[in-house]
């Protein structure tokens, strides 16, 4: 009977100590009890630990991201002022007074490459992109290579022939043509993004460019690298930069710029 009893005990000993482990592992790993992902996952501050089965990337709804739009003007009609109210290198207080304070000078240039915003958000896990036309499925493949290339990370993955909405978070990141309302607007790239996390780019390409003189590997790379998580350049000492903001022809070689902004994301 003492047998007995004993041999109770210890079971009921190990099965606290077990559940205790179990219970406190995940509170540590940024994952809780249900299984569900952490804040400090969803803003890319913490890895889900690869033990854990969990649904990642977090599927977030729409209004719990930032959304983002670049616009691309063909040559000659870009406004000069965003009206954004950020001062950018080709404002200044007289010309854009929503963007730029009063007395406010043009910011001095210290490097031709620019993020989404000043938390840096990135590419922290791979997904493939869809396209509508094989033309745009060419252009694609080349341009995500010569990004990927750049680094030793993998930010884009492969192309799949599937039409989608360019502008709709749909978790489908969308290469398609299309035609804007401005008819000044060459390319638009609309980006969604929380913390140091991307979650979805749509891309599309006027047709009322394309086919014509404006060279779509040029504006192909340019807006992939929208998706990689860099931003516009405006100084003219940035001319030389696939990421520069103005259109000048064919550009299909990164810049030492694109390259370093690049490299600061996803390393060397």
């Known amino acids: 009977m003492k047998k007995l009893g004993l041999g109770i ?28 992902v952490s804040q400090a996952i969803k803003d890319g501050n913490i890895t889900a630990p690869p033990e854990f089965v969990m649904p990642y990337p977090p599927q977030l709804s729409e209004n719990e991201l930032t959304k983002i739009i670049f616009i691309r003007y063909a040559p000659g009609v870009a406004p000069i002022c965003d009206n ?10 007289k010309s854009c007074p929503n963007d730029c304070p ?45 990004w990927n290339e750049a680094t030793s990370a993998t930010i884009f993955g492969s192309g799949v022939s599937e039409n989608n909405l360019w502008g709709v978070y749909d978790y489908k990141n ?9 008819p000044n607007v060459i390319a638009v790239t609309a980006i969604w993004f929380r913390g140091k996390n991307i979650y ?26 929208h998706g990689a998580g860099l931003g516009d350049l405006y100084d003219v000492v940035c001319t030389g930069n696939v990421m520069y903001g103005y259109y000048e022809g064919v550009k299909t070689i990164l810049g030492s710029g694109d390259a370093t902004g690049l490299q600061t994301l996803y390393g060397i």
């Open 102 to 146: 009063k007395g406010g000078e043009e910011p001095t240039p210290t490097a031709c490459y620019a993020f989404l915003s000043g938390s840096k958000p990135k590419w922290n896990w791979v997904e493939d992109y869809y396209y509508s036309t094989s033309e745009l499925g060419t252009a694609s493949a080349w341009a995500t290579l010569v």
């Open 9 to 36: 005990l210890i079971g009921v000993v190990t099965v606290v100590l077990t559940a205790g482990v179990a219970l406190a592992l995940p509170s540590n790993r940024g994952i809780d009890r249900a299984g569900q």
């Open 84 to 93: 954004d109210g950020v001062c950018e290198a080709r404002e200044n207080w």
């Open 174 to 182: 969308s290469v398609s043509f299309g035609d804007y309302l401005d």
């Open 200 to 225: 979805e780019y749509d891309i599309m390409f006027d047709t009322n460019y394309f086919p014509g003189n404006v060279d779509l590997d040029t504006v192909v790379l340019h807006e992939f690298g």
